[in-house]
């Protein structure tokens, strides 16, 4: 019997699969396709203190074994979340990761605060690459300094373990990994999607309503590998990997750099069973290579 | 738990020119399928093309489902070249339906496809027809080739109303054209529309003024066709006000009333 539970320290998960946000709804609308006690973790869609309208049509486009979403993260907001969703969630026992997003400092204060009497809720998720209205649009995951202060805030209002989701769309994403560390983050998670954007040659005009989006998906892997290998050589604190997973293979890739734990987004889109297919194919590849625990994957990478 | 179809193996597949329709072995998806929703079907086994694409059922006999389609990209353009014998994998069937009349009775039914968007309207003919319901349906395109089932579905004993812009099959002009003149003398009790999105506008606007109720099927990118990702939206009048609303989950099918056709930003 292979051992696949995970041990992030503030948090132990029945297995190193994660549901990543922004890609599962609010965790009910896949029920009906899967099991959510079957996952390790799930974190739901990002969650503003409002609801959210999110960016105008065509929000979609594809590339190459990839795709670019411009949602703008709309949303319900955290008061009808906390009305009409969590109640549907408390059956489940798996750790449920709420995604916290703002539109300045404060707002992810406010969205922790209203939060933390949910018992059922086992860890937020800070999406600190949510545009600041105060600062011209820059998000915080662009500077370190703005990655502290963010995460400093969330941790003194917060009453539960703080992962922060780092942003690819920076030049030096280990300082960055490392203000939130050292702003009191109890993981990280990356990568976020790569900003990019696709132009129709016929119509002359870009794919996509809002001109820039994320871009996700296989195509995206090798460089989010990258990122969690680079991230996770000079962190203390856990890392949850992930970007472009697809498959079991893909994951143990990301626990051989260096994540504790995966997180499995786009893949749902195209397969609403993913995330247990994959939790399968890891027990595969620890079968077959005589693997008694997956945590002793993480940070196996052989180098010499 | 419910919705996925393991995949399926093609029994039929037919071609006219740009348009193809596949018969596929389905039958947990054709069992529970209504009129008005649609299926997502993987094009390639790989992950280029990453996403599925969505289909609107065209017909469902019990234990296959058909899917129309024209092809206009990289995904269509594989899934034309799909076999007899080959598999094609299918999740649904997603989303909500045409609603249909409650009882039988006089008023027609009037069904507007424009090109491909006749692909939806075929299986809600044959329902509402099981439904004793007097049945007209409008079927506009550019040419005589965009009509590659006007002769099947006169076969099948199906008023019908051709148009072409050419004039090569039927009246010449626009199916709006037509309709616009048809609609005072046809009295129907409500209209069912799917095609460009110009031409939706035009019958939404008729319907509104005349007024009649009248329900599209609408098309869109999208992500999962389950209603997590949030990108397949259209502006939809609400109890809250306009929202972005998700044609997959709470469409295809709108009620003319609620649609916004003018502004999508």
């Known amino acids: 019997m292979t051992d696949l539970t995970c041990d992030l320290g503030f948090l132990r998960l029945r297995n190193p699969v994660i549901a990543a946000s922004g890609t599962f709804g609010y965790g009910l609308e896949m029920e009906p396709y899967l099991d959510l006690e079957a996952l390790g973790a799930y974190v739901v869609k990002g969650l503003y203190l409002h609801p959210r309208r999110g960016n105008p049509p065509p929000r979609l486009a594809e590339a190459p074994s990839g795709l670019i979403n411009a949602i703008g993260l709309q949303g319900i907001g955290v008061e009808a979340f906390i009305l009409s969703v969590l109640p549907r969630l408390q059956k489940y026992r798996t750790p449920l990761i709420v995604n916290v997003c703002g539109e300045t400092e404060e707002e992810y204060a406010a969205v922790i605060e209203r939060l933390n009497p949910e018992k059922i809720i086992a ?32 941790k003194r209002v917060s009453q539960k ?18 203000a939130a560390e050292e702003a009191g983050s109890e993981a990280v998670s990356l990568s976020n999607t790569f900003l990019a954007m696709a132009v129709d040659p016929e119509t002359r005009r870009p794919r996509l309503a809002n001109i820039f989006g994320g871009l996700s998906g296989p195509a995206i892997k090798p460089i989010a590998l990258r990122l969690v290998f680079q991230v996770a050589q000079r962190l203390k604190i856990p890392v949850i990997g992930g970007g472009g997973i697809m498959s079991g293979r893909d994951a143990v890739e990301f626990l051989l750099v260096g994540a504790k734990a995966v997180q499995v987004g786009t ?3 195209i397969d609403p069973q993913a995330t247990v297919r994959i939790i399968n194919e890891i027990r595969d590849y620890c079968v077959s290579h005589q693997v008694e625990r997956v945590s002793d994957l993480s940070g196996g990478l052989i180098l010499e | 738990m419910g919705l996925l179809e393991k995949p399926g193996q093609v029994v039929e597949h037919e ?58 990209g990289q995904g269509t353009a594989l899934l034309a070249q799909k076999k007899p014998g080959e598999e094609v994998d299918l999740l649904g069937p997603l989303g909500n339906g045409f609603s ?20 939806p309207l075929r299986f809600l003919a044959q329902k509402l027809r099981k439904l004793e319901q007097k049945v007209i349906i409008f079927y506009g395109g550019k040419t005589r080739h965009d009509l590659p089932l006007a002769q099947e579905l006169a076969a099948e004993g199906f008023e019908l109303r051709l148009t072409t812009e050419d004039g090569s099959l039927g009246f010449k002009g626009l199916v709006t054209e037509l309709l616009a003149t ?11 529309v799917c095609g460009p999105e110009a031409m939706m506008h035009r019958i939404a606007e008729m319907s509104k003024a005349y ?39 709470e469409g295809p099918v709108f009620s003319g009333e609620v649609i916004v056709w003018e502004k999508k930003s």
């Open chain 1, 267 to 269: 893949a749902t889109l």
């Open chain 2, 211 to 249: 007024p009649l109720p009248a329900e599209f099927s609408l098309e869109a990118r999208m992500g999962c066709g389950f209603g997590v990702c949030y990108g397949c939206v259209w502006p939809i009048q609400r109890t809250s006000g306009v929202e972005f609303t998700r044609i997959c989950q």
């Open chain 2, 15 to 72: 071609t006219w020119g740009d348009y193809h329709r596949l018969t596929v072995f389905a039958p947990a998806i054709a069992s529970k399928a209504r009129p008005g929703q649609f299926v997502m079907a993987r094009v390639s086994s790989h992950y280029d093309p990453l996403l599925r694409r969505p289909f609107s059922l065209h017909d469902c006999d019990g234990e296959k489902v058909k899917i129309f389609f024209k092809v206009i």
């Open chain 2, 100 to 119: 249909l009349p409650a009882a039988p009775g006089a008023a027609a039914s009037i069904l507007v496809g424009g090109g491909r968007g006749i692909a």
């Open chain 1, 161 to 178: 373990p703080i992962i922060t989701k780092l942003s690819p769309n920076v030049t030096d994403i280990v300082s960055i990994a490392l």
């Open chain 1, 123 to 154: 860890a937020y998720e800070l999406n600190i690459s949510c545009p600041n209205v105060k600062q011209n649009g820059l998000c915080p995951a662009l500077s370190a300094e703005a990655t502290y202060r963010v995460v400093k805030l969330a």
């Open chain 2, 182 to 192: 048809e609609l005072p003398k046809l009295k129907p009790g409500r209209l069912y």
